[in-house]
């Protein structure tokens, strides 16, 4: 294969700092201004805090509608509760992915852990399934599948790698998300989809993910990905542990409003004056 057809680095991202919910200090990787760039994906919010009280103020009861969220703890304890009547926590190395669809009402309250470390991404649904009915799904550390390779550990959270079958297959958009550690000094390629989009956010260590070895990426950066057939990344000699998000962009106008995302203006108002009339859960 010609190293042309290799994902090249479109952009790196650093993030901001920001504080959402009751008072959770997080970072804002990407958001409302980066919807044309990650499309099918919204929003990702990392967090990685020693301190309790960065966090437990945590996300009360609040509205959602048109979007997929979903929650992944490296280390952590965040309790759940929604109006399907689900409730549990979400523990180290757990998943929770929450289909909003037509409307659900939910709360995340992080609980006092030694370290709590973890991202929040939000996945758009095609105009067609905005209104599709809400679903939760708690996805426990054993059910996500583990591959071990040389040097590399591959956690498959959502769609296929090498013929295996994630925790999770997408209703609405086949996301690939990959939890992916490699030991110092280990390379890594998979094979894309050529025009999806590519990101990735480094969790710890740092890597070169350029196939030239050229740039060198540490810790709390996100990736996107120019488009082709091939990404390759090359650890350093601190090893890395990364998240590798995939999917087909839906190219569907974007209408964003706080906890709820649409297409058009007018969905988002029906939506906003169903809550105030009590009439958002379907």
């Known amino acids: 294969m010609s190293e042309s057809n290799y994902r090249t680095i479109r952009k790196i991202i650093t993030g901001k700092n920001a504080v959402d919910g009751a008072g959770v200090k997080l970072v804002r990787v990407f958001g409302y201004d980066d919807t044309k760039d990650f499309d099918p994906f919204l929003m990702l919010d990392a967090f990685d805090s020693l301190n309790p009280d960065d966090y437990v103020k945590g996300f009360p009861w609040h509205p959602h509608r048109g979007i997929e969220t979903i929650t992944y703890l490296i280390n952590g304890n965040i309790e759940h509760g929604d109006s399907l009547g689900n409730k549990g926590s979400i523990l180290d190395g757990e998943c929770q992915w929450m289909t909003a669809g037509s409307g659900i009402i939910h709360q995340e309250m992080p609980v006092a852990s030694t370290r709590m470390l973890g991202v929040q991404l939000w996945l758009n649904l095609p105009a067609r399934e905005k209104m599709a009915a809400p679903k939760y799904r708690s996805i426990s550390k054993e059910d996500i599948p583990i591959i071990d390779e040389d040097g590399v550990k591959i956690h498959i959270i959502a769609g296929n790698y090498n013929g295996e079958k994630g925790a999770v297959e997408g209703d609405y958009v086949k996301a690939l998300y990959l939890d992916v550690e490699l030991d110092p000094g280990s390379g890594w390629y998979i094979d894309t989809e050529s025009d999806n989009t590519l990101f990735i956010y480094v969790l710890q260590g740092e890597a070169f993910f350029n196939h030239d070895d050229s740039t060198l990426?540490?810790?709390?950066?996100?990736?996107?990905?120019?488009?082709?057939?091939?990404?390759?990344?090359?650890?350093?000699?601190?090893?890395?542990?990364?998240?590798?998000?995939?999917?087909?962009?839906?190219?569907?106008?974007?209408?964003?409003?706080?906890p709820i995302v649409m297409n058009t203006r007018e969905e988002l108002d029906l939506a906003f004056r169903e809550l105030e009339e009590n009439k958002f859960i379907k």
């Open 217 to 258: 990426i540490s810790e709390k950066h996100a990736v996107l990905f120019n488009e082709g057939n091939k990404f390759k990344v090359r650890a350093s000699n601190k090893g890395i542990r990364f998240l590798l998000l995939s999917g087909k962009p839906l190219k569907e106008p974007i209408a964003w409003g706080g």
